[in-house]
Every structure is written in C-alpha cells, then in structure tokens.
T-cell receptor, first 108, second 114 residues
Framework: KNEVEQSPQNLTAQEGEFITINCSYSVGISALHWLQQHPGGGIVSLFMLSSGKKKHGRLIATINIQEKHSSLHITASHPRDSAVYICAVGGATNKLIFGTGTLLAVQP | KAGVTQTPRYLIKTRGQQVTLSCSPISGHRSVSWYQQTPGQGLQFLFEYFSETQRNKGNFPGRFSGRQFSNSRSEMNVSTLELGDSALYLC?????????????FGPGTRLTVL
C-alpha cells in the first residue's frame, strides 16, 4: 500500500461543477502540499498545509491531521483547471512523498 | 523576480554516457531539491541541498549525485546512464530547507536515454 493515496485517479467534470480530490496518507507528517501539473511538465505549488484550511481564489484545501486526510476543492471549475493534481507529504524522513496524482479534465 | 530555471530543457543521451543537469533557484532561495518523474514511478525525491551541503538523499543508486555552489545554483549528475533513467527531472527551490516551506518548481529537464 502506498504511503500517499489519492482519489479519484481520473476525474471528468463539466464546466462550473464543484470538484473534490482526496488525499490520504499513512505516515506522520509535518506538512502536506498540493501541486498542479499541466501538460508539458511544469509544476505549480498550490497550497502547503499543516493544519486547518486554506483558500486561494476558487481553490480550497483542507487537512484533518487526526484522520490523516486532505481534500482539494475547486469551485466553479473551468477548462483551464484541467491538469494533474498531486498531493505530497513531508514527514519524519524529511523527504517529500508523492501521491500518484489525479488527472482532471473539465469540459466546456 | 525570475523563477527557477533549469538547463537544458531537453536532452538525448545513449546508454553508458553521463549527464549533468543544472538548476538556478529563485534569487534569495538557498535550498534546492531534485526530483525524478517517470510514468511508472511518478514523482520521487532525489536529494536536497542547502548551503552547499546535501541534507537528504532519496533511494537512488550512487550513479545519481549532485552538488550546490556558493551562489545556490545546483547541478545533478547521472553516470553510466541506463534506459530506465529516462525521465523528467525537476528541481525546486525554497527559502529554507525542510518540508514546511513552499517549494517553487522549475520547468524540468526531459532526459531520454537511447
């Protein structure tokens, strides 16, 4: 079992829909990162969380440390949100451990 | 402020050769981390450098090495290339080391080993 699990692996949504991507982890962590990767490879850091909730524009990230679970929400989704979303956790080993990613396609 | 830059962007090598990739962090960032991304294994941590010292290393063979210079620029080297080393190599910089700091990623170097 991977230390970081994401669901779903693939997600297709219609423009305007509310989207949720989930991340569960099995290790103790100091921080959790949500990353976005567009075709071509470039990665953008969306959020870094150690507790609670953060919001940036239409994106919201939450984390529940006790349940070892985080969610990334996208409100009013748009085709430009189409990308791979990756959850990564940093723990006692001081190395980032990555999930396998969620491929999101938002159709107009 | 310029972002993280990586050179070259694309590289084709043959088995047995060696390769050096370069990463220039955002000005003022002193921590540089390297990652390998392949379709089969996803993103994996290679190493982290801070103040010219390797702070951490992932589970990669000794053929993978790196260094950091006094201006925080970093290089990674892969010797005796294997087909399985074909991957996107990403570097990321942050102000300080450790995983509670936001990481800023470069565009990556796509290495193809033939």
């Amino acid at each position: 079992k991977n230390e970081v699990e994401q669901s779903p692996q693939n997600l297709t949504a219609q423009e305007g829909e509310f989207i949720t991507i989930n991340c569960s982890y099995s290790v103790g962590i100091s921080a959790l990162h949500w990353l976005q990767q567009h075709p071509g490879g470039g990665i953008v850091s969306l959020f870094m969380l150690s507790s609670g909730k953060k919001k940036h524009g239409r994106l919201i990230a939450t984390i529940n440390i006790q349940e070892k679970h985080s969610s990334l929400h996208i409100t009013a989704s748009h085709p430009r949100d189409s990308a791979v979303y990756i959850c990564a956790v940093g723990g006692a080993t001081n190395k980032l451990i990555f999930g396998t990613g969620t491929l999101l396609a938002v159709q107009p | 402020k310029a972002g993280v830059t990586q050179t070259p962007r694309y590289l084709i090598k043959t088995r047995g050769q060696q390769v050096t990739l370069s990463c220039s962090p955002i000005s003022g960032h002193r921590s540089v981390s390297w990652y390998q991304q392949t379709p089969g294994q996803g993103l994996q941590f290679l190493f982290e450098y801070f103040s010219e010292t390797q702070r951490n290393k992932g589970n990669f063979p000794g053929r993978f090495s790196g260094r950091q210079f006094s201006n925080s620029r970093s290089e990674m080297n892969v010797s005796t290339l294997e087909l399985g080393d074909s991957a996107l190599y990403l570097c990321a910089s942050s102000l300080q080391p450790g995983l509670v700091n936001e990481q800023f990623f470069g565009p990556g170097t796509r290495l193809t080993v033939l």
